[in-house]
């Protein structure tokens, strides 16, 4: 079983090729950044890449970014994520883009030997293994910020939809203007909306509801 490992610490990089190399597998290459890793993937063909996430030159979602272009090139590449960090935008895009033969899995977290090597066959093999913590990070991230909003602000927000302005809002839900000014403005807060003029905020508060 052949595998590419993409990690830019040269200690653990080396750490991972013994340990794979001593159990059965075949370390192919070892990619330091994005694109040594694009070459090598190119280059040989492999059952698996574990990359890291946090790779020069900007140490934040490098690894994630390149896992998701490999598995482009080439469709069903098993990618095991191996890092310290949950990068929730990417990490997100990569299991959407087809969850089998995907892992993510945190270093700390990992306690024993034989465990990441039951991940790595697992994901090799075309199956699924992720962290508690990192599905723990991810469902908050996807959590719809509508869920922020109380029961009266969901109202507001669903009249707002349907083209009404704050004072047949307030004739609706008989409530005066400025408990519509209120709620209106709770709504913008809560869903995160950029300081704008209102009209264009209500636009992009109704995007929201309406989940595009």
Do not use: C, W
């Not at 990192?134 to 996807?142: E, F, I």
């Not at 403005?185 to 869903?191: C, D, M, S, T």
Request: proline share 5%.
């Amino acid at each position: 079983m052949r595998v590419i490992i993409l990690e830019d610490n040269p200690i653990l990089a080396e750490g991972l090729s013994l340990l794979l190399n001593n159990s059965g597998f075949e370390v192919a290459a070892i990619a330091t950044d994005a694109d040594e890793f694009a070459k090598a993937n190119a280059e040989h063909q492999v059952d698996i890449a574990v990359v890291d996430v946090r790779l020069p030159p900007t140490f934040t979602d490098e690894g994630l970014r390149a896992a998701i272009e490999a598995r482009r090139v080439r469709p069903g590449l098993p990618v095991l994520v191996f890092s310290q960090y949950v990068e929730e935008v990417y990490a997100a895009e990569l299991l959407a883009a087809g969850s089998e033969g995907v892992g993510y899995l945190l270093k700390d977290r990992v306690s024993r030997v034989d465990e990441f090597l039951e991940a790595v066959r697992r994901v090799a093999a075309g199956g699924t293994v992720l962290d508690p913590e990192v599905v723990s990070q991810l469902m908050v991230k996807r959590s719809s910020p509508l869920d922020r909003l109380t029961p009266r602000e969901r109202e507001v927000l669903a009249l707002m939809a349907e083209g009404l302005g704050n004072t047949a809002i307030g004739e609706k839900l008989v409530i005066s203007d400025g408990a519509v000014h209120k709620h209106v403005g709770n709504v913008f807060l809560k869903l995160d909306l950029p300081p704008t003029d209102s009209g264009h905020r209500r636009v992009l508060a109704v995007l929201a509801y309406l989940g595009l």
